[in-house]
C-alpha cells in the first residue's frame, strides 16, 4: 500500500513537470521609453545681429521749432541679449532686454521751414544723420510645441541718434537765431513691439528670430520709426 502511495505522488508530479515544460515562455517586455519635453524655464543671456530701416527728422536734434521733415535711414546692429522666462503648460512668459550697438544711416538736403513758410533767412542743409545705439526692455508671452517657441513682445526702447548739418545756400549753418549749431546727438524713449520664433537644438541652447518695430518719441510731436529684424542664440541657465 505505502509503495503504491508513493507511486502515484512520483507520477503526479512527473505529469505536472511535464504540463509546465509545454507552457510557452512569457516574453520579457521592456520599460516604455518616456519623451523628454522641452523645459523653457531659465535664466539666459545670448548674442543677436541683424538690420533696421525706417525713418527719421533730425532737423528735431538741432531744434525744436521747425516743422516735421524726415528721410530714411537703414544699416546694421549687433549686441547682447539678457532675460529670464517661466513655462507652465503650453505657455511661457518672461522679461527680456537687449542693447546693441547700431550703424544705421541717412542723409538728405532739407530746407527747414516754421508753420509751413521759409525761415526769415532760408538755409539749405546738407543733413547726414546715425543711429549708434538702440536697447529695449521688453516682456514677452508665447506657446511652447515642445523645442519651439512662438511669441509675441513688447516694451520700452531708446535709440540713440546723432546729425550734422552743412550749409549749402542761404545763412551759414551756425548763425546765431537760426540755428544755434548744426551738430546735435540725443537719447530719445520710445516703444517697441514685435514678433518672434525661437528653437531650441540643444537643452539649453535655442536660436531665434524676430522682428521688432520701434517708435521713437523726440521733440513736440516729431516721431521717429524704426524696424529691426534680428537674428540670436541664447544660452539658457
Known amino acids: 500500500m505505502k509503495k503504491l502511495i508513493i507511486g502515484a505522488a512520483l507520477a503526479a508530479i512527473s505529469a505536472a513537470s511535464a504540463s509546465a515544460a509545454d507552457l510557452p515562455m512569457q516574453s520579457y517586455k521592456s520599460a516604455p521609453v518616456v519623451t523628454q519635453v522641452y523645459n523653457w524655464t531659465g535664466f ?3 548674442v543677436n545681429g541683424g538690420y533696421g530701416w525706417g525713418t527719421q527728422d533730425p532737423l528735431t536734434l538741432f ?15 549687433f549686441g547682447g541679449t539678457v532675460g529670464a522666462q517661466i513655462q507652465q503648460g503650453y505657455v511661457v512668459l518672461g522679461v527680456e532686454g537687449d542693447l546693441d550697438w547700431a550703424n544705421i544711416k541717412g542723409n538728405a538736403i532739407l530746407t527747414p521751414t516754421i508753420g509751413g513758410g521759409p525761415l526769415l533767412n532760408p538755409i539749405t542743409l546738407n543733413v547726414a544723420t546715425n543711429t549708434s545705439a538702440v536697447g ?23 535709440i540713440k541718434s546723432s546729425a550734422n548739418g552743412t550749409s549749402i545756400a542761404g545763412v ?23 514678433l518672434g520664433a525661437e528653437w531650441g537644438f540643444a537643452q539649453n541652447w535655442s536660436a531665434k528670430v524676430e522682428y521688432l518695430y520701434i517708435e521713437s518719441l523726440g521733440s513736440g510731436v516729431s516721431v521717429d520709426h524704426l524696424n529691426t529684424i534680428r537674428g540670436g542664440i541664447n544660452y539658457r541657465f
Open 44 to 46: 539666459y543671456v545670448g
Open 63 to 77: 531744434s525744436n521749432r521747425f516743422d516735421r521733415s524726415s528721410f530714411n535711414i537703414n544699416g546694421g546692429m
Open 172 to 194: 551759414p549753418c551756425g548763425t546765431l537765431g537760426v540755428l544755434p549749431n548744426c551738430s546735435a546727438s540725443s537719447l530719445r524713449p520710445g516703444l517697441a513691439a514685435g
Open 136 to 158: 529695449t526692455a521688453r516682456i514677452r508671452a508665447g506657446v511652447a510645441m515642445n523645442n519651439w517657441l512662438f511669441y509675441a513682445t513688447g516694451g520700452a526702447a531708446f
